[in-house]
C-alpha cells in the first residue's frame, strides 16, 4: 500500500469539518467538496495547515500506512476528512530562563493574565505576587490574606485578579498597583476551592466571580458592591472544583459524587450529573480557553506584547489595529471567538474523579453521560481541554498524560515520561504542545501530534504543584515545593 497522499486525494470523495460546522456540532450534515478545492488549498506555498483523518484515524505519513490497520474494502468510497488547524505555531520552550525567588513557602498556583502581559502567583505564605516579564523580577507582593492561597483567576479583561484563601476569604487585586481593589469578600466557612468568572461575552465589565468551598457551597459575587448575589447549596460535601460557562451556567464538581449544573443569573439547579463512584477532582469546559482570554486572539500577538505602561482597555499592548475603543467591541469579539470554538453543538465538560475514570456530558442537554473514560490506574488530578477543543489531557497519579478525543471521548494516546504523579498540565495557544508539572520535579513538553516527548525540563528542586503557558505562547511558568518560580 505504497500510494501517496496526493493520489489518493484525487479519488477520494473529501469532507470538512470545520472547527466552527460539523466538528464540534453533533448530528450536524456533513458538506461533501469537489476534490479540487482542499487539494488546492495543499498544494499554495503558504498553505493553511490541515489535519487529515480516515475512519478516525489521523494520516501522519502516508494513507497507505494508515490503511495497514484498517479493513477497507476496496469497493467502496473512502472518506477522508480534513479539520483546519490553528493558522500559528507556538514554540516550544527549551529551557528555564531565570528562577524568580521571593515566596518563602510553596508555590501553589501560578496564572498567566488573558494577554499573556502579567504573571501572578498564589503561596503557603499567604501573599500573592505579581511578576513582571519583560525583565523576570518580582514587581508587587500583595498582603492581605492570613492563611494560604489556595487558588487565583484572572477576570477575563485582564484587570483584576481574585484570590481564595484557607480562611475562606476572598481578596481582589489589581495588577496595575498590586493593591486591593474593594472590600474583602467573605461568607465561606471553609477554604476556597476554585474561582470562576463571568465570560466577557456575557457582561463586559467582568463584574462576577464565583467562588467554591470546602463547606459544600457555591457563591456568586458581586466585585463591584463588593456583596454575595446568590449561595447555592445542594451539594452534601465538599465542592471541589467551579465552571462559569458561556451559554449562562455554572457547573460545580464535589466530593459528593456529583456534578452540578446551575442557571447563574438566579442560582436555580438544572440537573445533577452522576455517574462517578468517587470524588470528582476536576472538570474542564471545551471553551474553558476562549472564556480565559476572553477578547484575546492568540495569533494575533506581537513578539513581545508586554506594556509596562498599561492600558484603558487590555488590548491596546498588542497592535494600533485591535485596540478596541468600546466595551461594546470588546464583548463582540469575545462573543465570535466563543462562538468559533463552541460551534454549533452546544458546550461539552469532561469530568474526572478519584475512581480512575473520565465522564464526556453535554450538560446544558442531557443528564446522561456522552462517554465514560477509562484506561488511568490512579486518581486524576487534573483534565483540560485543547484551545481547539478536539483533545482533552488528563493528568493522574499513575505518572501518565492521557490524550482522548473531545468530540467522543475515544481513547487517543498516553503519554509517558515522568517517574512520580502527575499535578497539573497546561496547553500552547496553538493546541500543538502539552506542558506537564510532576511530582517527579521536572516539566515535560509534549508534541500532541507525535504523542512523544518534544523537551525535558528539570530545573526545580522538588513536587512542581502549578504551571501555566502564556495566552501569546512565549513562556512557560512553574511554581512548587522549591518556593520558586520559574520561567
Known sequence: MGISLAWWLKRSSFISRSSVGNFLGRGCPCTSFDVGLPFTIALQEDPLPLAFFVQDAEIVSSLGKTLESQAVETEKVLDIIYQPQAVFRVRAVTRCTSS????????????FSPTGKYLASGSGDTTV????????????????????????????DGKKLASGCKNGQILLWDPSTGKQV?????????????LSWEPLHVNPECRYVASSSKDGSVRIWDTTAGRCEHILTGHTQSVTCLRWGGDGLLYSASQDRTVKVWRAHDGVLCRTLQGHGHWV????????????????????ASVNPQDLQGSSLFLVSFSPRWY??????????????????????????VSGSDDFTLFLWSPAEDKKPLARMTGHQALINQVLFSPDSRIVA?????????LWDGRTGKYLASLRGHVAAVYQTAWSADSRLLVSG??????????VKAQKLAVDLPGHADEVYAVD??????????????KCLRM
Request: aromatic share 10%.
Open 394 to 402: 488528563s493528568a493522574s497519579f499513575d505518572k501518565s498524560i492521557k
Open 438 to 447: 510532576s511530582s517527579d520535579s521536572t516539566l515535560k513538553v509534549w508534541d
Open 324 to 349: 478596541l475603543d468600546t466595551v461594546q467591541e470588546l464583548k463582540e469579539r469575545a462573543l465570535s471567538r466563543y462562538n468559533l470554538v463552541r460551534g454549533q453543538g452546544p458546550e461539552r465538560l
Open 469 to 482: 503557558w502564556s495566552p501569546d505562547g512565549q513562556r512557560v511558568a512553574s511554581g512548587g515545593k522549591d
Open 281 to 300: 477532582n476536576t472538570m474542564a469546559l471545551s471553551t474553558d480557553y476562549a472564556l480565559r482570554t476572553g477578547a484575546f486572539e492568540p495569533a494575533e
Open 100 to 111: 524568580l525567588e521571593g515566596h518563602s513557602e510553596a508555590v501553589i498556583s501560578v496564572a
Open 129 to 156: 505576587r505579581f511578576w513582571d516579564l519583560s525583565t523576570e523580577t518580582p514587581h508587587f507582593t500583595c498582603k492581605g490574606h492570613r492563611h494560604w492561597v489556595l487558588s487565583i483567576s484572572w477576570s477575563p
Open 182 to 194: 474593594g472590600r474583602t469578600l467573605t461568607g465561606h466557612s471553609k477554604w476556597i476551592t476554585g
